[in-house]
């Protein structure tokens, strides 16, 4: 089982759609837990963190679930500047971080 | 602020040559990490340094591939001999490592084409 696992997609909607990527780790002892967005031929850059709680930033809303060891990430009110590679990472430990290989999605007007 | 910086940003060489890519850090950062990304397995940690240490290099594929850190400011990634397996886009990140996770900033990457 890999140890980061995501749809890769593509995820193709309409602007303002509502879309939702998922996301399961298979380390039970993983600390923390990071969405990432890669734009096409570009760098990785942190999108957010992920919380037990649950934790929004403007039309983005993450979730954890560390019984199912699933991460998932929602955007609303898509625009097409998202158009991205969202790539789920989790922190097992010290500094090193795991990616899933991401999702692809693309925001059509 | 100067973000962390890679060159060359393209490299395309013939099989069995050596290839040195460069990475400086974010000034301050303590922490640095090589990653390679393809498409078929995603972005991986190759190795990471912290304090210019050598901490993890479990992710270093075989004997050809090398990593130093001389000082705070600069790393290289030398393959030796390259192999057309070895084509990705080799990313560096840098961070500042406390007690917890920090964010790790990437750099733009080096697209690498082993013909």
């Known amino acids: 089982r890999k140890e980061v696992e995501q749809d890769p997609g593509p995820f193709n909607v309409p602007e303002g759609a509502t879309v939702a990527f998922n996301c399961t780790y298979s380390?039970?002892?993983?600390?923390?837990f990071f969405w990432y967005r890669q734009d096409c031929r570009k760098e990785p850059k942190l999108l957010m963190s992920?919380?037990?709680s649950g934790n929004e930033d403007g039309r983005f809303t993450a979730q954890l679930n560390r019984a199912s060891q699933y991460i998932s990430l929602l955007i609303r009110d898509s625009k097409l500047s998202d158009s991205a590679t969202y790539l789920c990472?989790?922190?097992?430990?010290?500094?090193?971080?795991?990616f899933g290989k991401g999702t692809m999605l693309l925001v059509s007007p | 602020d100067a973000g962390v910086i890679q060159s060359p940003r393209h490299e395309v060489t013939e099989m069995g040559q050596e290839v040195t890519l460069r990475c400086k850090p974010i000034?301050?950062?303590?922490?640095l990490f090589w990653y390679r990304q393809t498409m078929m397995r995603g972005l991986e940690l190759l190795i990471y340094?912290?304090?210019?240490?050598?901490?993890?290099d479990s992710g270093m594929p075989e004997d050809r591939f090398s990593a130093k850190m001389p000082n705070a400011s600069f790393s290289t990634l030398k393959i030796q001999p390259s192999e057309p397996r070895d084509s990705a886009v080799y990313f560096c990140?840098?961070?500042?490592?406390?007690?917890?996770?920090?964010?790790?900033?990437f750099g733009p990457g080096t697209r690498l084409t082993v013909l």
């Open positions: 990140a840098s961070s500042y490592r406390t007690s917890g996770y920090n964010e790790q900033f």
């Open positions: 380390n039970s002892a993983s600390q923390s």
């Open positions: 992920v919380y037990s």
């Open positions: 990472v989790v922190n097992s430990g010290y500094s090193t971080l795991t």
């Open positions: 000034s301050g950062h303590n922490s």
């Open positions: 340094f912290n304090n210019n240490v050598p901490i993890d």
